[in-house]
T-cell receptor, first 115, second 112 residues
């Protein structure tokens, strides 16, 4: 498809398990962003990449969270030893332009539930 | 500390009238601003943007105004239509940080 694709759409996991969330951006887009969105809140910045380089990871809550984009296209957000407070909608977005310019195109998100 | 603030959680406007959504920011380094619209169960979609070199940008029924001295921007929708009912997010970027920061959103209800 032409849009940003995220998988899985829904993920239910037990506390303590690791999860990997995948984002397939629009082809040719330079920047890729990860956000977390709680119900009734705006997207909360986690990290972003320009091509394969992770430019800013200041929004990652702690060292259980990590992200990679090894070939400058698909990205994976990994959460180790999940906790209930990690439950949220995780959104990926890509942009044709880097450096915070150009509109972000969002995927439909992965709803993570930690039980 | 919230760098992008949308102080009105919700707003109701009569169909056909003007909707004005407000946004304030605290980081004086921000120089690029965007508005997004979100329907339930979908990701946010881009509406309109403005660079700090301008004070107004218009696209059809949507106009964004930027007041740099007040660190304030607003989105005007005129005339408002039923399909405009959604959550609207203000976002900003600039300076040394290229990350795009979002506000908490304002839910707009267009009344028949």
């Amino acid at each position: 498809g032409a849009g940003v694709s995220q998988s899985p759409r829904y993920k239910v996991t037990k506390r303590g398990q690791d999860v990997a969330l995948r984002c397939d951006p629009i082809s040719g887009h330079v920047s890729l962003y990860w956000y977390r969105q709680a119900l009734g809140q705006g997207p909360e910045f986690l990290t972003y990449f320009n091509y394969e380089a992770q430019q800013d990871k200041s929004g990652l809550p702690n060292d259980r969270f990590s992200a990679e984009r090894p070939e400058g296209s698909i990205s994976t957000l990994t959460i180790q030893r999940t906790e209930q407070r990690d439950s949220a909608m995780y959104r990926c977005a890509s942009s044709l332009e880097g450096q915070g310019r150009g509109p972000l195109h969002f995927g439909n998100g992965t709803r993570l539930t930690v039980t | 500390d919230q760098q992008v603030k949308q102080n009105s959680p919700s707003l109701s406007v009569q169909e056909g009238r003007i909707s004005i959504l407000n946004c304030d920011y605290t980081n004086s380094m921000f120089d690029y601003f965007l508005w997004y619209k979100k329907y339930p169960a979908e990701g946010p979609t881009f509406l309109i943007s403005i660079s700090s070199i301008k004070d107004k940008n218009e696209d059809g029924r949507f106009t964004v105004f930027l007041n740099k001295s007040a660190k304030h921007l607003s989105l005007h929708i005129v005339p408002s239509q039923p399909g405009d009912s959604a959550v609207y997010f203000c976002a900003a970027s600039g300076g040394r940080d290229d990350k795009i920061i979002f506000g908490k959103g304002t839910r707009l209800h267009i009344l028949p």
